[in-house]
């Protein structure tokens, strides 16, 4: 399917994620990223590839790219790589190229050259966020989610009341079906009206994510402090920001404050206090600043179309 064959390393190198939201997506919406927190996530990658070649153990490649997945949600860096090479090939499980593209682009945004390159060569279409990297719901019998409960009792969120804790479940659930990782859905939540349903600003920002009304009617939001409406509007937004700032989240996440207008004007996060202090908010929350996102959305806007042709 390549026009230059490459080849594939074998080599894998542990490196769990830092920066994670993990904590407060396990407040919020009580689940846990880690894979398993007593498997490291280069064993994870190594049972993996033994799976995947059938080495010590029967072929499975199908469980391969489950594991491969756990070890990516952990923060292993070759494992992303590895299952973006199986989807982009088809290797024992169905091609996709905008999976693939998922993950290479999550092993290039750490530094894997391959996965640069490899990025070249598939065909992404619509930005897709992985089912598998979505956290699973805990066991609530099990020793380690009644000591993950208490950590979080600890924590700023861990008090939130049922009705907001069920905002929060619903943004998990909402967000990648915009191919939205739902850490940073969250923080944009949190720093907007720390999920009240019936929120207003000053400037008549209304709902879960604070939509003015022109932005509602810009994304077919017709009840704003509709929970469901609000998010789909706001998450389509958010969406159209991070395609626009070609994954920039620093931009898109002050854009979502400020506008993007304001952001294009300054030629980065404008100097108004107040959206200053929002993006530190969210970036407390979601550390990453790069995102996947589908060029398709939208244009690039020219700040970020000028920075990399100077580059």
Same mark, same amino acid.
């Given at each position: 399917?390549?026009?230059?064959?490459?080849? !594939? $390393? &074998?080599?894998?190198?542990?490196?769990?994620?830092?920066?994670?939201?993990?904590?407060?997506?396990?407040?919020?919406? $009580?689940?846990?990223f880690a894979a398993d927190a007593t498997i490291a996530p280069g064993a994870l990658a190594a049972q993996a590839l033994a799976y995947e070649h059938g080495e010590g153990v029967p072929r499975? $490649?199908?469980?391969?790219? +489950?594991?491969?997945?756990?070890?990516?949600? +952990?923060?292993?860096?070759?494992?992303?790589?590895?299952?973006?090479?199986m989807y982009a090939n088809g290797r024992g499980i169905p091609r996709d190229d905008s999976l693939a593209a998922f993950f290479f682009s999550r092993a290039a945004r750490e530094g894997h050259a391959q996965a640069r390159e490899m990025l070249k060569f598939v065909d992404a279409g619509p930005v897709v966020y992985p089912e598998c990297m979505l956290p699973p719901a805990p066991d609530p019998t099990s020793d380690r989610t009644a000591q993950s409960a208490q950590a979080r009792d600890a924590e700023a969120f861990a008090d939130l009341p049922p009705d907001k804790r069920r905002i929060a479940d619903m943004v998990v659930r909402a967000a990648p079906q915009f191919a939205i990782d739902p850490r940073l859905a969250l923080a944009i939540v949190s720093a907007e009206s720390n999920f009240q349903s019936d929120a207003r600003s000053e400037k008549d920002a209304r709902g879960v994510m604070q939509l003015i009304a022109a932005t509602a009617t810009r994304f077919n939001v017709r009840n704003r402090y509709n929970v469901e409406d609000n998010l789909q509007g706001g998450l389509a937004y958010l969406r159209w920001l991070l395609a626009y700032y070609q994954g920039r989240v620093s931009l898109?996440?002050?854009?979502?404050?400020?506008?993007?207008?304001?952001?294009?004007?300054?030629?980065?996060?404008?100097?108004?206090?107040?959206? !200053?202090?929002?993006?530190?908010?969210? $970036?407390?929350?979601?550390?990453?600043?790069?995102?996947?996102?589908?060029? &398709?959305?939208?244009? &690039? &806007?020219?700040?970020?179309?000028?920075?990399?042709?100077?580059?």
């Open positions: 399917m390549f026009a230059t064959p490459l080849k !594939r $390393q &074998s080599g894998y190198r542990a490196r769990p994620r830092g920066g994670l939201l993990a904590l407060v997506l396990a407040m919020l919406a $009580q689940r846990a499975d $490649q199908r469980k391969a790219a +489950a594991l491969y997945c756990d070890a990516a949600r +952990a923060g292993d860096v070759d494992a992303m790589f590895n299952l973006g090479w898109a996440v002050a854009a979502y404050n400020a506008g993007e207008a304001a952001v294009d004007r300054y030629r980065g996060i404008p100097p108004y206090a107040e959206t !200053r202090a929002y993006v530190q908010r969210v $970036q407390r929350l979601f550390a990453d600043e790069w995102h996947p996102y589908d060029p &398709s959305i939208a244009d &690039s &806007s020219t700040i970020v179309v000028r920075a990399a042709d100077t580059e």
